[in-house]
């Protein structure tokens, strides 16, 4: 159980990790996503704040288990947001969300579970 515990917390910091990079250089992906969901540009370097953040919180979380309990929580509500923007615009293109969203929902489940 610890093994799968640790690689999945470790996959979903590294995978929520990369995405803060991305927001927070300015690439042009996260500024493509905005566009898509009419979400101002000035909102991209907090959401990759929030993001480096919850990366941060789970591997915070091998040390102290609450902080990844709160950190994979906080990141399904970030997730869950941004679903609910991407509905709102008619945006049905998916996979890169449901990538992101059940990576972290199982990382919150396994870490409830292994802790």
Not at 54 to 80: E, K, R
Request: aromatic content about 10%.
């Amino acid at each position: 159980m610890y093994a799968a515990y640790l690689a999945l917390t470790l996959f979903a910091a590294a995978l929520t990790g990369s995405a803060a990079v991305a927001n927070l250089i300015g690439h042009s992906y996260p500024k493509a996503q905005a566009d898509k969901v009419r979400v101002d540009h000035k909102w991209i370097l907090p959401f990759g704040l929030l993001l480096g953040a919850g990366s941060v919180g789970l591997l915070a979380g091998l040390a102290v288990p609450a902080l990844g309990v709160l950190a994979a929580a906080g990141l399904v509500l970030y997730f869950l947001g941004a679903l609910t923007a991407h509905l709102r615009v008619h945006d049905h293109s998916l996979a890169p969300w449901s990538l992101y969203f059940l990576t972290c929902a199982a990382a919150l489940a396994i870490t409830v579970l292994y802790r």
